[in-house]
């Protein structure tokens, strides 16, 4: 996967890549606060996943940005998730939906993908790895970072940064002292509840890849799930997490489907930005 950034980004990340997520909470920390550095993050709308076969150079926009480090290792590994789209007859003339259809949504790193196809029901192609070249041939990254980023480190600037409409991002940090694992879930909200008389807030966003970091995978974008953030505070994120669901009917389980049903809450250090100036 080639990167182009913008604005000055430039970062070597070893990228490896999707499996059953099994997160127990109490062997996550938040570990001691990081330390605050000079806030870098993309710029959300404009930045996206080329890809460049012949048949078909089809373009993703980027939706979350995960990176796992690896202390052990001494790596750093970007994934990019991209939005969902439609099962589709590309370039047909007619009838350009499929009519069995699904949601197929693409996680990329390392040369590989991690496919999420969901369908009306349960099936086993709900996840899938292939490589860059089974798929669209090799992915260039166009990343863009925005000019001015503003931390919004207080309630009034959150509520500030929200009613003037600029756009927000937000870092949320996980650790796992057991296996030395690392991740940032970096992600636009989509969603900014705000409560001024008593200067409450909360996101929600999503999908986001959410990593397990409870034990190590091969190859690592097996560990990588989608799921819903929100967070109201700096120390703990709260996710839903796409999951194999039953579907009952007067108490008696008739099918199962994939849903964002299994609720998870872990310590994690957060970081609020806006996108221009305040």
């Given at each position: 996967?080639?990167?182009?950034?913008?604005?000055?980004?430039?970062?070597?990340?070893?990228?490896?890549?999707?499996?059953?997520?099994?997160?127990?909470?109490?062997?996550?920390?938040?570990?001691?606060?990081?330390?605050?550095?000079?806030?870098?993050?993309?710029?959300?709308?404009?930045?996206?996943?080329?890809?460049?076969?012949?048949?078909?150079?089809?373009?993703?926009?980027?939706?979350?940005?995960?990176?796992?480090?690896?202390?052990?290792?001494?790596?750093?590994?970007?994934?990019?998730?991209?939005?969902?789209?439609?099962?589709?007859?590309?370039?047909?003339?007619?009838?350009?939906?499929?009519?069995?259809?699904?949601?197929?949504?693409?996680?990329?790193?390392?040369?590989?993908?991690?496919?999420?196809?969901?369908?009306?029901?349960?099936?086993?192609?709900?996840?899938?790895?292939?490589?860059?070249?089974?798929?669209?041939?090799?992915?260039?990254?166009?990343?863009?970072?925005?000019?001015?980023?503003?931390?919004?480190?207080?309630?009034?600037?959150?509520?500030?940064?929200?009613?003037?409409?600029?756009?927000?991002?937000?870092?949320?940090?996980?650790?796992?002292?057991?296996?030395?694992?690392?991740?940032?879930?970096?992600?636009?909200?989509?969603?900014?509840?705000?409560?001024?008389?008593?200067?409450?807030?909360?996101?929600?966003?999503?999908?986001?890849?959410?990593?397990?970091?409870?034990?190590?995978?091969?190859?690592?974008?097996?560990?990588?799930?989608?799921?819903?953030?929100?967070?109201?505070?700096?120390?703990?994120?709260?996710?839903?997490?796409?999951?194999?669901?039953?579907?009952?009917?007067?108490?008696?389980?008739?099918?199962?489907?994939?849903?964002?049903?299994?609720?998870?809450?872990?310590?994690?250090?957060?970081?609020i930005f806006a996108l221009g100036n305040l």
């Amino acid at each position: 996967m080639k990167s182009q950034h913008t604005n000055s980004v430039s970062r070597r990340c070893f990228l490896q890549t999707a499996g059953a997520l099994a997160v127990p909470t109490q062997l996550f920390s938040a570990d001691a606060q990081p330390k605050k550095t000079s806030p870098r993050c993309l710029d959300y709308g404009r930045s996206f996943v080329c890809n460049t076969a012949a048949f078909n150079s089809v373009r993703m926009w980027i939706e979350s940005r995960t990176t796992i480090i690896d202390s052990q290792a001494g790596t750093r590994t970007e994934y990019y998730q991209c939005g969902s789209c439609k099962a589709e007859n590309t370039f047909a003339k007619r009838d350009l939906f499929k009519p069995d259809n699904y949601d197929f949504t693409p996680i990329f790193g390392d040369g590989q993908m991690l496919i999420f196809r969901r369908h009306v029901s349960v099936t086993p192609r709900y996840r899938q790895v292939r490589t860059e070249a089974d798929a669209w041939g090799s992915a260039e990254l166009k990343l863009r970072e925005p000019a001015v980023i503003t931390e919004l480190d207080t309630p009034e600037k959150i509520r500030a940064a929200t009613a003037a409409g600029l756009p927000i991002v937000t870092q949320t940090e996980l650790h796992n002292p057991d296996t030395g694992l690392r991740a940032i879930i970096e992600c636009p909200v989509k969603t900014m509840n705000v409560r001024p008389k008593d200067q409450k807030y909360q996101t929600d966003t999503g999908p986001v890849a959410l990593p397990d970091l409870t034990r190590r995978y091969d190859p690592q974008i097996e560990s990588l799930s989608l799921a819903y953030i929100a967070i109201n505070a700096p120390d703990f994120a709260d996710f839903v997490v796409e999951s194999e669901t039953p579907v009952l009917a007067e108490g008696k389980e008739v099918s199962k489907v994939f849903h964002y049903s299994k609720l998870l809450s872990l310590p994690a250090a957060n970081r609020i930005f806006a996108l221009g100036n305040l």
